[in-house]
C-alpha cells in the first residue's frame, strides 16, 4: 500500500486534467463492464472523459463523464450472430461472419448524430484515445491527431500482438480461439491446424483491413492512412488477463498485463429474495450461468432438459441465470434472466460455479475460491476452460456431450472431493499476489502516456520491419542463393580438376591411338 502511495504522490502533481476518448464498440456488457472503472477513475481523478460505449454507467454524479451510449449497436448484434458460426462452422466462419457484423456494426456507430457531431466538431479535441482493441477504431486517434491506448477484456489476438511487435509463434503461443485441448502438450493434428490458422489468418487479415479502410474512408473521406499503419500507430495495449487462466507469451514494454481483479467490485448487499434463498439452507447451493453472450438458442432442448433432471435428482440446491423457455423447473432451483453474480459467489453457501468459462466469469470464481464445472462454446473459452481444469480446480463437460449422467458426475466429482477446493484456494492467493491493483496500474500506465505524449521508447522494431523481412526471408533467400552458387563453383571446380587429372593420367595414351 505504501508502494501505491508512493508513486501515485509523486506523478499526481505533474499530470494535468486531460481530455481523453474512450472508444468500446462491441456490445458485449462484459467487455463494457471490465473497464468502466477506469473511466470512473479518470474522471474522479480530474481527467474530461468522454466514452462512446454500448452501455454506460450512467452515474450523474461523475460530472467529468461524457457518455454517448450507441444502444442500436446491440440489434447489428443480433442481425449477425457470429457467435453461432463459431460453435457451428469453427474458427474461419466465424471470422468471416464476424466480418459482416463489424461493418454492420460500424455503419451503425459512425452513422449517430452524437458520434457524427463530434468528429466533424472542429473544436473538439482529445489529448488520448482509449479503444477496444478487439476491432479497429484507431480513425478516433488519427481524426484528434494524439496516442492512442488499446484495451482488451481477453487475450490479444495474433494481429493485435502482430502489430505491437511482439513475437507469434503458432506452436508456442497459438490463437487463442482455436479449440486445443493442451497448449503445452499439443497433439500433430493441433500443430497443423495452429500453424495453418497462423498463415490464413494473415492472408485474411488484409481482406478484413481492406473492409476497414472501405468503411473509414466512406466516412472520413481520403487521406486516411490504411489500417495497416493505423493499428503500428499505437503507444500501448492493455490486456486484461492471468497466468492461472490464460498462456503465457512474450511481450515488449508497451503490452501492459492489467492482471485479474480490474472488473472487481465492492461488496453489495442481495435482495432480499436471494439472500433468503442463499441463507435458509443447510445444502451446498451451485450456481450456474453461461454468461450474458451464450443465449438460450446454443443449448438445444434435450441438453435443457439433462441439466435439469441432473440437477432434480442431486441433494442440493442450484441458483440457476437463464433464460430458458418451456422447460419445467425442479423444486430445488431457483431460476433469473439475471443475477448478481459477484455478490452470489461471495456467499459461503455457494459451492460449486457451473460457467461457459468466460474470463471475467472465471476470475471472480477464482478471487471468491469457488472450484468450477465449465462447458465451453466459442473464443477464448475452450482454452480457458482446459487451463482451469488443468490447474486442478475444474471439470469440463462438452457442449455437445452434455448429458444427466454427465452433468451428475461432474458435480459430485467437484463437491465431494477436496482438492477441487484447496486448488483454487491456492491459485486465488497467487492471483492477487501483486504490489498494484489492476485498476492502479491501468491508471499509472494511462498517465504515463499522457505525461510523454505517447510510448515511442517501448516500440519494438518489429513494427516497422515488413513481413518478409520479420521472417527472415530475404535472409533465408539470400543464403540459399549463396550456398547454391558457391555449390556450383565447387561442382564445376571438381568437375575442371577431375578432367586435368582425367587428361595427365590418360592424354598421352589417347594421343598415341589416335596417331596409330
Not at 458426475?409 to 504490489?435: G, H
Request: glycine fraction near 4%; charge should be positive; proline fraction near 5%.
Amino acid at each position: 500500500m505504501l508502494f501505491k502511495l508512493l508513486i501515485f504522490a509523486l506523478t499526481a502533481s505533474k499530470i494535468n486534467s486531460a481530455r481523453i476518448l474512450c472508444v468500446m464498440p462491441l456490445p458485449f456488457y462484459s467487455h463494457q463492464t471490465t473497464f468502466q472503472p477506469i473511466w470512473k477513475e479518470l474522471s474522479l481523478r480530474g481527467h474530461n472523459v468522454t466514452t462512446i460505449v454500448t452501455d454506460g454507467i450512467n452515474d450523474e454524479t461523475l460530472t467529468n463523464l461524457t457518455e454517448i451510449v450507441v444502444k442500436e449497436s446491440h440489434e447489428s448484434l443480433k442481425r449477425h450472430n457470429f457467435l453461432h458460426k463459431h460453435a457451428e462452422s469453427g474458427f474461419f466462419g466465424f471470422v468471416q461472419e464476424l466480418e459482416y457484423f463489424v461493418e454492420d456494426l460500424y455503419n451503425v456507430q459512425f452513422g449517430d448524430q452524437r458520434v457524427k457531431s463530434l468528429m466533424n466538431d472542429p473544436n473538439a479535441k482529445f489529448d488520448l484515445v482509449i479503444f477496444e482493441a478487439a476491432t479497429y477504431p484507431m480513425i478516433y486517434a488519427w481524426k484528434f491527431k494524439c496516442p492512442s491506448i488499446g484495451v482488451l477484456s481477453m487475450q490479444a489476438p495474433i494481429y493485435y500482438n502482430d502489430a505491437m511487435g511482439n513475437p507469434t509463434h503458432p506452436l508456442v503461443s497459438p490463437e487463442f480461439l482455436l479449440e486445443i485441448d493442451d497448449v503445452d502438450n499439443m497433439t500433430l493434428m493441433e500443430k497443423v491446424v495452429s500453424i495453418l490458422t497462423y498463415i490464413i489468418g494473415h492472408i485474411m487479415r488484409h481482406q478484413c483491413f481492406q473492409m476497414y479502410d472501405e468503411i473509414n474512408q466512406k466516412y472520413f473521406g481520403d487521406g486516411i492512412p490504411r489500417t495497416e499503419k493505423l493499428i503500428k500507430d499505437m503507444d500501448m495495449l492493455f490486456v486484461v488477463d492471468s497466468p492461472i487462466i490464460n498462456n503465457l507469451r512474450p511481450v515488449y514494454p508497451h503490452t501492459i498485463s492489467l492482471g485479474s481483479g480490474l472488473h472487481i467490485k465492492p461488496k453489495k448487499a442481495l435482495s432480499k429474495d436471494l439472500k433468503n434463498y442463499l441463507d435458509h439452507t443447510k445444502k451446498p447451493v451451485v450456481y450456474f450461468s453461461l454468461g450474458t453472450i451464450v443465449k438460450a438458442n446454443l443449448l438445444n432442448q434435450t441438453s435443457k432438459l439433462a441439466i435439469y433432471e441432473a440437477f432434480s435428482e442431486l441433494p442440493y440446491k442450484f441458483l440457476v441465470k437463464a433464460d430458458w423457455e418451456n422447460v419445467t423447473v425442479p423444486e430445488n432451483v431457483k431460476v433469473a434472466k439475471w443475477l448478481p453474480q459477484q455478490d452470489i459467489l461471495r456467499h459461503p453457501n455457494i459451492k460449486l460455479f457451473i460457467t461457459q468459462g468466460g474470463l471475467q466469469s472465471l476470475q471472480e470464481a477464482v478471487t471468491n475460491g469457488i472450484p468450477l464445472v465449465g462447458i465451453p462454446f466459442f473464443c477464448d473459452q475452450y482454452q480457458n476452460v482446459q487451463k482451469i481444469v488443468k490447474r486442478g480446480f475444474a471439470v469440463k463437460i462438452s457442449r455437445y456431450q452434455i448429458t444427466k449422467e454427465a452433468v451428475k458426475n461432474a458435480i459430485t466429482e467437484v463437491l465431494n472431493n477436496p482438492k477441487y477446493k484447496e486448488k483454487v484456494k491456492e491459485m486465488r492467493d497467487f492471483m492477487y499476489d501483486e504490489p498494484m491493483t489492476s485498476l492502479d496500474k491501468a491508471i499509472w500506465w494511462i498517465e504515463y502516456v499522457l505525461r510523454h505524449k505517447g510510448a515511442p521508447l517501448f516500440k519494438s522494431k518489429a513494427t516497422k520491419m515488413p513481413m518478409y523481412e520479420y521472417l527472415m526471408l530475404d535472409v533465408i533467400a539470400a543464403v540459399l542463393l549463396f550456398s547454391i552458387i558457391c555449390s556450383f563453383c565447387i561442382w564445376m571446380l571438381i568437375q575442371l580438376v577431375f578432367r586435368m587429372v582425367k587428361f595427365m593420367l590418360f592424354g598421352e595414351k589417347v594421343v598415341k591411338l589416335k596417331k596409330n
